[in-house]
Structures are given as C-alpha cells and as structure tokens.
T-cell receptor
Framework: AAGVIQSPRHLIKEKRETATLKCYPI?????VYWYQQGPGQDPQFLIS???????DKGSIPDRFSAQQFSDYHSELNMSSLELGDSALYFC??????????????FGPGTRLTVL | DAKTTQPPSMDCAEGRAANLPCNHS???????VYWYRQIHSQGPQYIIH???NNETNEMASLIITEDRKSSTLILPHATLRDTAVYYC?????????FGTGTRLTVIP
C-alpha cells in the first residue's frame, strides 16, 4: 500500500539559510499534519491543513510557513535557520481530516541538520 | 486536550502480554483515547483508539475504565519488534499532542 512520502530524507543547511521540506500524502487523503521532533524529545505538532486550508496551528515558529497544494501535497518552508531547528520533521496524512475518529499515517521523516 | 500520565519505561518478556497503563483523569466526554508507537526515530505508527468501549484490532486491545479516567493498551504476545516508545494521547481535535510516553523493551 502507498505510504506518505517525504523529501528529502536528509538535509544539511547552514545557519540563516532556508529549507523546504515536501510531503506527499497517501492518495485520496485530504489532510496533512507537520510535526517536529528534536533530539531526545517527543514529536511536537506544528501545523495542519485540510482541503488546502490551514486547519490548526501548534508550536510553529514565525520563521516557518507551510501550505497545501491542489494535489494535496504540502511544503514546509523554513527561513533564517537556527541550530535549534535541527530535528526530525514528520509529515502525516489522514482522510476526512475534520473527523475526530480517524488515524494519521506518518511518513519516514526528514532529518534536518543545521550547522 | 486532557493530560496523560504514563510510566516512563517498562520491560516485557518476549511472548508474554504487555500491559501499558495510561492515566487521563481530566478526560472530557468528547475526547478519544489514541495510542501510537514510535520505533527508534521512525514515523509514529497508529495502534488503536477508543471513546468509551473496549476495542480490539489485529495489533492490540484497548481497555478503557468505566469512568474513562484510565486505560490500558494490551499487546497480547509481545515480540522483539514491539520494542518502542508508546504514546497515549487524549484528543478532541485531530492534532496529536505527544507526551513523554512509555519506553517498552521486549526482552528475549
């Protein structure tokens, strides 16, 4: 079965650079979620989109922005990168995202390292 | 979303049942109990969820107390591949707020 695809899998950037992470949800899934997991920490919810509209916002820094496109893929844009942004970034997708009674399918993550 | 409390770590012998407890004493009537697990830096994996009734699927069983203030995830026959961090999450929105979870180690 198709899974959530994230690219790139690994990314190395310098401080103050920008980065773009991409997420391709499972076909027909209409909701995308982004999570950040720092070293030794638990995943933290950043932001979510349902049918190309932002549906909720968590602890996403103002330097980050995201969007969901007409084909339902999503991109997380990160600017003015800081050392503390080094983390695993997970994307998840679900079907009928406004319904509570559903599960999220997670991608393998993008490991971002900021030097 | 209601706060959850889980033991930080547990061991379980391979082939035995693993019973992972979760306290959620401030849960409200419309909040679901979800369980996810994360195997060493992989993406979290959905296990099971429930509202009021006990639930069972091919991976696990979820037992929710009648007052809904606590629940137990049961892995009936733990294998080495079940070694992971297990998260109990109580939510009324779609967004998952992960706590510290229980690190389950399955011992040969």
């Amino acid at each position: 079965a198709a899974g959530v695809i994230q690219s790139p899998r690994h990314l190395i950037k310098e401080k103050r650079e920008t980065a773009t992470l991409k997420c391709y949800p499972i076909p027909r899934h209409d909701t995308v979620y982004w999570y950040q997991q720092g070293p030794g920490q638990d995943p933290q919810f950043l932001i979510s989109f349902y049918e190309k509209m932002q549906s909720d916002k968590g602890s996403i820094p103002d330097r980050f922005s995201a969007q969901q496109f007409s084909d339902y893929h999503s991109e997380l844009n990160m600017s003015s990168l800081e050392l503390g942004d080094s983390a695993l970034y997970f994307c998840a997708s679900s079907l009928e995202g406004l319904a509570i009674d559903n599960e999220q399918f997670f991608g393998p993550g993008t490991r971002l390292t900021v030097l | 979303d209601a706060k959850t409390t889980q033991p930080p770590s547990m061991d379980c012998a391979e082939g035995r049942a693993a019973n992972l407890p979760c306290n959620h004493s401030t849960i409200s009537g419309n909040e679901y109990v979800y369980w996810y697990r994360q195997i060493h830096s992989q993406g979290p994996q959905y296990i099971i969820h429930g509202l009021k009734n006990n639930e069972t699927n091919e991976m696990a069983s979820l037992i929710i107390t009648e007052d809904r203030k606590s629940s137990t995830l049961i892995l009936p026959h733990a294998t080495l591949r079940d070694t992971a961090v297990y998260y109990c999450i109580v939510i009324w929105t779609n967004n998952l707020f992960f706590g510290t979870g229980t690190r389950l180690t399955v011992i040969p």
